[in-house]
């Protein structure tokens, strides 16, 4: 049978993404493997995921512990005020499936911080960031970092917005932007003891759904120029001022002394779920692999004890470092303020029951840790057995890592 150019042209017309493919570099098939992890799924993170299922970017994975509110619903765009009380991310993710159900995507209604393996960042193509807080885009860029991974950050206030797109092992991060005011008020988010402050009353920021609207777009295109290789805002900056119509570019230099800047190197896929292995087993792997006296380096510092200096009571930490807030620091018993003991390391004179597993430690499945001998050797090891019960439904995306590098 013949094909006239006309039922060509009928079918491609027919194609849900005809129009979007009709930019010359856009290569659909790689946009549907595609894997993306946007952390917040506000006003922002509406904006982002709805185009997300709208061009068919294949799977998504949608990290947000916040529930709808009232306030929510006037620059949200995926939710109904039949929505209220149930998880930002929930029901992001089911909005996104019936936009397009070609989407694969999945929502962890959890804290970035305390419940994201460093896995979840090697799995994702391209990271875009929709939160509001300095605390969660210090910890995005670490883990890009030390994954080697791109990320998009995007901010508003009022009229006025701004992209940026960093990677972090190669070039200008996050951190490289921050001024001693940043850091000053970073660390005025944590208590003395290095507890995440209790909430204190305070102003929000004033936001728009139009603001969201741009700057979400804005995101999402670079996130797609990312992934095909286009030239982006890596390094730089693009800022709204949109009470003034004015848009504004800037570079930021990678400063030499910046923290954020760790890369793992080569990623190891064990095998394993960071349950069912102990501290001591991760010792002796570590040992035979790189000699006597190798330490196991945390992906994050963790409360190992919470101990009373008045009557002694004490008692298993078992969290991460800000999952724990200053007001739980208060011995049950006498109620004095209690002393945190934290670590980041696993030493065998370390003080740490072996016998404990990292999922004891309170550190997130589909982690990643460092086998290291001294400054100079070391290993990254990925607890990629926990791929299924993190990823879910994505998890047909993550390839077989088993002894092979990433």
Not at 109 to 120: D, H, M, P, Q, S
Not at 270 to 299: C, F, K, N, P, Y
Request: net charge negative.
């Amino acid at each position: 049978m013949r094909i006239t150019a006309d039922a060509l042209v009928d079918e491609a017309r027919g194609d849900r993404y005809h129009r979007q493919t009709l930019i010359a570099w856009w290569d659909q098939k790689r946009v549907a493997r595609t894997r993306i992890l946007v952390v917040g799924a506000g006003a922002l993170g509406n904006e982002i995921l709805k185009l997300l299922a709208l061009i068919g970017s294949g799977y998504t994975l949608v990290f947000d512990p916040d529930r709808i509110e009232r306030s929510n619903l006037s620059r949200s765009i995926l939710f109904r005020q039949r929505d209220e009380g149930s998880t930002k991310a929930d029901v992001a993710v089911r909005q996104m499936r019936e936009i397009n159900p070609d989407v694969h995507a999945e929502a962890i209604a959890e804290n970035v911080l305390a419940r994201a393996g460093l896995g979840v960042f090697l799995w994702a193509d391209v990271v875009i960031g929709a939160v509001d807080n300095r605390e969660a885009r210090v910890f995005i860029n670490s883990a890009c970092a030390r994954t080697g991974k791109v990320w998009v950050d995007g901010a508003i206030e009022g009229l006025s917005g701004i992209v940026r797109v960093f990677a972090p092992a190669t070039g200008a991060c996050y951190e490289c932007t921050m001024s001693s005011i940043d850091r000053k008020l970073l660390a005025e988010r944590r208590s003395c003891a290095l507890l995440a402050r209790d909430a204190v009353a305070r102003g929000h920021v004033p936001t728009s759904a139009v603001t969201a609207s741009i700057i979400g777009g804005m995101e999402v295109e670079e996130a797609i120029k990312v992934v095909h290789d286009q030239p982006t805002l890596v390094g730089q900056g693009l800022h709204l001022d949109g009470l003034y119509s004015d848009v504004s570019r800037v570079s930021y230099p990678r400063r030499p002394d910046c923290p954020g800047h760790e890369h793992l190197g080569p990623i190891v896929g064990l095998g394993l779920t960071s349950a069912a292995v102990t501290l001591d087993a991760l010792l002796t792997r570590a040992e035979a692999a790189l000699g006597a006296g190798a330490a196991i380096d945390l992906s994050r510092d963790v409360i190992t004890a919470l101990t009373c200096p008045a009557c002694g009571a004490s008692e298993p930490g078992r969290a991460v470092l800000g999952a724990v807030r200053e007001s739980q620091a208060a011995c049950p018993v006498c109620g004095t303020h209690r002393v945190v003991e934290i670590t980041s390391s696993i030493t065998r004179d370390g003080g740490l029951d072996l016998t404990q597993t990292l999922a004891d430690l309170g550190l997130p499945p589909f982690d990643i840790v460092v086998a290291r001998q001294g400054m100079d050797r070391q290993e990254a090891w990925l607890f990629d057995g926990d791929a299924p019960a993190v990823l879910g439904s994505l998890a047909g995306s993550y390839p077989d890592t088993e002894g092979s590098p990433r």
